[in-house]
């Protein structure tokens, strides 16, 4: 495997779509950030990029309706999937949004890895369990980014990250469980070291 270190803060915006019939062509490798609408997934991705409006952060969580495009390098693209599991909007746009995010997961070629970002205070809840098991049952691999981490003493952060590992042995896929925090960028070097490994074949 290629030792590789991408430049994120060259990130820029290339698309958005409702599905994945308008998706550009099935090459390269992409990344998906999936989370529930409130885990600061928007948030995680401007800290990545250093970046303040790469994606688009808003007081009202699920905003995030479309499938986002963002291009790091050619042939290498993080995705911002739609926030799942809020309330506020309408049963038939969650229904729509949850049959985008299954139609990507499950047909996306060149999906390389999935971020699944949980607020490191309410991890694991069944909306991000359903996803995880998608994307275990697609032989993805997974990085759980437990978000605002700056919440939590030192010792409840290292219990958590505790409890979440050794709840998710039962999936039984390559889950790997880190702390992150953009306040305080906590948590950047191992994201962005996860994103340079799965990123790595495209370079061999």
């Known amino acids: 495997m290629t030792d590789i270190t991408l430049n994120y803060q060259k990130t820029h915006f290339l698309m958005s779509a409702p599905n ?8 390269g490798i992409e990344i998906a950030f999936a ?10 991705l401007n800290t990545l990029t250093n970046q303040k409006n790469l994606a688009r952060t808003s007081k009202t969580p699920g905003r995030t309706q479309l499938i986002n495009l963002f291009e790091v390098e050619p042939n290498c693209k993080l995705v911002d999937l739609p926030g799942y599991g809020y309330a506020a909007v309408p049963e038939k746009v969650k229904i729509q949004w ?5 139609e ?3 047909k996306r070629e060149c999906l390389g890895g999935v971020v699944i970002l949980m607020d490191i205070r309410h991890p694991l809840k069944d909306l991000d369990q359903q996803m995880i098991e998608w994307a275990v049952s697609a032989n993805l691999p997974i990085l759980l980014l437990l978000t605002k981490a700056d919440k ?3 010792s409840e ?9 050794e709840a998710i042995l039962p999936f039984q ?18 994201l962005s070291n996860k994103l340079n490994e799965w990123f790595s074949p495209i370079f061999e």
């Open 20 to 27: 994945i019939k308008v998706l550009p062509e099935d090459t």
């Open 35 to 44: 989370g529930r609408s409130n885990a600061g997934k928007s948030t995680a």
């Open 98 to 102: 949850q049959k985008s995010l299954g």
């Open 104 to 106: 990507y997961l499950q």
């Open 152 to 154: 939590l003493s030192q």
């Open 157 to 165: 952060r290292s219990k958590q990250i505790k409890m979440v590992r």
């Open 173 to 190: 896929g390559d889950i790997q469980v880190e702390a992150f925090s953009a306040l305080n960028k906590f948590g950047v070097d191992k």
